[in-house]
């Protein structure tokens, strides 16, 4: 072997040895992360939040969406879901141990919230800590389990998200998840799945419908998302009386988990805002007026079309 071949293979042994000394740094101890617990979110079944002041709320698992039970029985809003179920992994920037006496300095004998994810319960304060808004967190399992009060401090964004209004944890969807859609009617239209085929029905001057038209406008339905959900809105029992009442509102049959059910919006404009409005629950789902537009028109086949072709 010649000097330079030589050379070159100490060069790739000399390469390869800092290679393996920056990788597994001998002497130095390798640091983890410690978490809130090492629970697996995408095992929960059932959330529970209860909340000091402000209404609890309970969401359930069914399939792969999430139902809220209460307040209101209604698809949960998944990012909101998303948010509730990354408590459970939060970082936990350091923890201390204190005695059952000292609970009290932290606000930690009475929480201002306690989130259940299914067995396990997860207590947060309000009061942030002098030092980078952290919030005080416990797991209450864990210290069962150790004997320990241990506290952790957390990201105190949670706390607001999981105290957020209940109009946040209800679904935008103006359609639960895999509903099979098979009736839509308004303004004096009558759209009907039968037999695989969607059939129209109306008093105004048409013979029929175009195809992609009727796919576009189911499409619609199961994907367009309100801007807001708006819970306890009183409306005034003239307006949803009215002689236009017909004009104004959308019933929606459709089929879930092989059960027929029948929801109708009431359509509330205010200036350029209109509201999708459930009188039986007295939620509205806000929308634009072009997406209205969306879920109340197609391209109909009108008399003098067809017989033009």
């Known amino acids: 072997m010649n000097n330079d071949a030589r050379n070159n293979a100490r060069l790739a042994v000399i390469v390869l040895l800092l290679a393996l000394i920056a990788w597994y740094k001998p002497g130095l101890q390798q640091y983890q992360y410690l978490y809130l617990s090492s629970l697996n979110p995408e095992q929960v079944q059932t959330i529970v939040i209860e909340r000091q002041g402000i209404e609890s709320v309970r969401l359930t698992k069914q399939g792969q969406h999430w139902l809220m039970q209460s307040p209101y029985l209604l698809p949960a809003n998944p990012l909101r879901v998303k948010t509730v179920l990354a408590l459970a992994s939060k970082r936990s920037y350091s923890s201390f141990d204190v005695p059952d006496s000292e609970l009290k300095k932290y606000a930690l004998d009475k929480p201002q919230l306690s989130v259940w994810l ?10 942030e800590t002098p030092l ?137 404009q205010e200036d350029s805002q209109i509201k999708l409005f459930r009188q039986d629950l007295s939620v509205a789902w806000w929308i634009t007026s072009q997406q209205l537009k969306l879920l109340t028109e197609f391209i109909p086949i009108t008399k003098t079309t067809k017989s033009s072709q």
Do not use: M
């Not at 299914?118 to 009061?127: E, K, P, Q, S």
């Open 118 to 127: 299914d067995n396990n319960c997860f207590d947060l304060v309000g009061n």
């Open 132 to 268: 980078n808004g952290q919030r005080y967190a416990v797991n209450i399992q864990d210290n069962i389990h150790s004997g320990k009060n241990t506290i952790h401090l957390i990201n105190g964004a949670v706390y607001y998200q999981l105290r957020a209004p209940v109009d946040s944890f209800i679904s935008p969807s103006l359609l639960p998840p895999d509903a099979d859609l098979e009736q839509i009617q308004w303004g004096g239209y009558s759209l009907t799945l039968k037999n695989g085929q969607w059939q129209l029905k109306t008093n105004r001057e048409n013979a029929g419908i175009q195809p992609d038209s009727v796919v576009q406008l189911i499409h619609n339905w199961q994907t367009i998302h309100a801007s807001r959900v708006e819970t306890r809105l009183k409306v005034n029992p003239n307006t949803l009386n009215g002689a236009q009442t017909a004009e104004k509102t959308i019933a929606i049959r459709y089929k879930l988990n092989n059960r027929e059910q029948i929801i109708s919006y009431y359509i509330i």
